[in-house]
Structure formats: structure tokens, C-alpha cells
């Protein structure tokens, strides 16, 4: 039974290239979050779908950073163009429900990203 | 907005103690309230919730958690801890009906053999 598949796992980049964070939700869960997780301010919500629908990006730092959901099996976070404080893991999680009322989200492995 | 307060970033413990790791948290109203824990290169996963009931949770690995409506707390804890406990712990907290988790900034517990 696969979990949440994110990629890649690792990315090096230099500052001012596009970053592209794939994730691949659990099928059948409805709602996707987008998190980040650095060590001065913890774990971050950027933005979150539901149904392939962008339901709260008040998350998300800055215009350089866009999320989409093309279909229900599929998501990216891009960063165009990338900033060493970009710097980073990057979780995708998804839930068959709000999270908020299971109170499970699945998280993926995490792509971990750094900005030269 | 809701915030989450861990106290400790690192806990060092030898096997066999016991733990207890704090969270505390900041909103009014009804929440709901969670652990998760990271291990070593592997993702999060739920450890334990509570929504309602019984403010005593037991979740997995034989860890549990108690709910202070009047602390606004919901501390983790296990007697007997063991090597394979090292991991990273992750209080969670959600008004109830809303559909995401404000997380606290995790807690680091490495257990020495």
C-alpha cells in the first residue's frame, strides 16, 4: 500500500534556478497539504487543497513560491526563482478527510532542499 | 491564531527512564489535539490524538498523553522509554472543525543503551 510519494528526496541548487517539489497523495484522500520545516521555525503550513482546489495559500512566503494540483493524484511546489533561505524540508501530507477532524494526516518522506 | 509551545528542542535519556515532553498550546475555544513522531529517515506518522472524552489518551508504542483543559496542555508520556524511541515528537493542535494542524517545533529525544 504505497504512502505519499514525494520527489526528489534531495535537491541542490543554486541560488536563482526553478525548483520543482513533486508530491503524489495517498488515492481517494481528498485533501493535500504542503508544509515546511526548517529548524528556526518549524513545521509551516504553506498551502493546502482540497479536492484539487487551493483552499488556504495565506501559508505561502512570497510570489516566488506556487503550488498546483492538476489532477487528484499529483501536486507541485515550485519556486521560481530560489533563495538560499529557501532552504529547507519540504513535506507533502494528504488526508482522506480535513485533517483537523481524522486527525491523521500521511506525510511523505520530505524533500530536502538547499539553495547554494 | 492558534500556536503551539514545546519545551524542550533536545531530551537525552537513558533507557529504562521515564519521559515526559511537554506541549502546550494557545486558543480559546475547543481543539483537537495530536502527537507525531518522526524516526530516523522516515516520515511522520501519528502517535496519538485526542478530540474528546477521556482527557488520558494511549496511543502507540505504549506512549500516552493527558489533556489539561485549565493548563491548556497535552504532555506526552511513557514509564519505560527505549532505544528505538529516538525520534523527533511533534505536538499538534487544531480548533475542532478546522482542517489543518498548527505544529509545535518538535522536540528531539535521542535514548542512550
Known amino acids: 500500500d504505497a504512502g505519499v510519494i514525494q520527489s526528489p528526496r534531495h535537491e541542490v541548487t543554486e541560488m536563482g534556478q526553478e525548483v520543482t517539489l513533486r508530491c503524489k497523495p495517498i488515492?481517494?484522500?481528498?485533501?493535500l497539504f504542503w508544509y515546511r520545516q526548517t529548524m528556526m521555525r518549524g513545521l509551516e503550513l504553506l498551502i493546502y487543497?482540497?479536492?484539487?482546489?487551493?483552499?488556504?495559500d495565506s501559508g505561502m512566503p512570497e510570489d516566488r513560491f506556487s503550488a498546483k494540483m492538476p489532477n487528484a493524484s499529483f501536486s507541485t511546489l515550485k519556486i521560481q526563482p530560489s533563495e538560499p533561505r529557501d532552504s529547507a524540508v519540504y513535506f507533502c501530507?494528504?488526508?482522506?478527510?480535513?485533517?483537523?477532524?481524522?486527525?491523521?494526516?500521511?506525510f511523505g518522506e520530505g524533500s530536502r532542499l538547499t539553495v547554494l | 491564531a492558534q500556536s503551539v509551545s514545546q519545551h524542550n528542542h533536545h531530551v537525552i535519556l537513558s533507557e529504562a527512564a521515564s519521559l515526559e515532553l511537554g506541549c502546550n498550546y494557545s486558543y480559546g475555544g475547543t481543539v483537537n489535539l495530536f502527537w507525531y513522531v518522526q524516526y530516523p529517515g522516515q516520515h511522520l506518522q501519528l502517535l496519538l490524538k485526542?478530540?474528546?472524552?477521556?482527557?488520558l489518551v494511549k496511543g502507540i508504542k505504549g506512549f500516552e498523553a493527558e489533556f489539561i483543559k485549565s493548563k491548556f496542555s497535552f504532555n506526552l508520556r511513557k514509564p519505560s522509554v527505549q532505544w528505538s524511541d529516538t525520534a523527533e515528537y511533534f505536538c499538534a493542535v487544531t480548533p475542532s472543525g478546522y482542517s489543518t494542524l498548527t505544529f509545535g517545533k518538535g522536540t528531539m529525544l535521542l535514548v542512550s543503551p
Open positions: 501530507a494528504s488526508s482522506p478527510l480535513a485533517g483537523g477532524n481524522t486527525g491523521e494526516l500521511f
Open positions: 488515492s481517494g484522500h481528498d485533501y
Open positions: 487543497f482540497n479536492n484539487n482546489v487551493p483552499i488556504d
Open positions: 485526542y478530540f474528546s472524552g477521556d482527557p
